[in-house]
């Protein structure tokens, strides 16, 4: 796994409005623009665990994604901002936060004019049952078209289950029905071999270890008493499971796509 860099926010440049957790594009102390995720955003840092989990997965079966950075707001980051809904945010968001690099000149993927590669499809859309990700359908794709290559972005509803704590061990075992509504199941007609494919790839200890990766000041829930490691448990063994038992998921997937076809 390669090393997850770190870098100073130096600059807010502009938000962006799409989404209702108002990302921002803005530069680093290493001269890059990037995706600012907050922490203060209405979505809380778990959307920022499920953005990092979600990411390093994705990457690790060689998808492509941004580049993700730990994006540290210092206090007086923001004073300057004139826009008060802003500024409360960064305010909210002083410490670690986390930063996609900015893919300039990047397009939304639209089914409509662009047809994904089956296998990639299926990776995809094998990656999104596996972390129970709702949010790439038609509506909302969650996907950009850079340079003639299909790009992942915005994981952050993953791993839903964080905000219904105690539902954990329940959605742990989800079938994961929502898979119907995925903009590429249409397209994934190499599901089978897309699972072979990513179970050669993951393993406890990879996953174990993009769970450890996680910032300790982002696990501190009051589910868990502030205990960082027993949330970290919680993920270990829902990742751990579902990888273990991906064809509670395959088969929901391959039943939505034959039934849509």
Known sequence: MSEIRSVKVTRYITPLREGGSLPAIAEADDGFLYVLKFRGAGQGIKALVAEFIGGEVARALQLKVPELVFAYLDEAFGRTEGDEEIQDLLKASQGWNLGLHYLSGSVT????????????????????????????????????????????????????????????????????????????????????????????????????????????????????????????????????????????????ALDARAAGI
Not at 136 to 156: A, K, P, S
Not at 194 to 207: G, S, V
Request: aromatic content about 12%.
């Open 109 to 252: 993927f639209d089914p409509a004019v662009t047809e994904a590669d089956p296998l990639l499809a299926s990776k995809i859309v094998w990656l999104d049952a596996f972390l129970t990700n709702m949010d790439r359908t038609v509506r909302n794709t969650n996907m950009l078209l850079w340079h003639r290559e299909l790009w992942l972005i915005d994981h952050g509803a993953c791993l839903y289950f964080h905000h219904n704590w105690e539902s954990w061990p329940a959605q742990m075992k989800s079938t994961f029905p929502l898979i119907k509504d995925h903009v590429l199941l249409k397209s994934a007609s190499m599901l089978e071999e897309a699972d072979a494919f990513c179970k050669n790839i993951l393993t406890d200890q990879l996953l174990h270890e993009m769970v450890n990766r996680v910032p300790m000041e982002w696990l501190m829930y009051e589910e868990t008493l502030g205990d960082p490691e027993a949330a970290r448990e919680v993920y270990r063994q829902f990742l751990s499971w579902r990888l273990k038992n991906s064809s509670t998921f395959l088969k929901t």
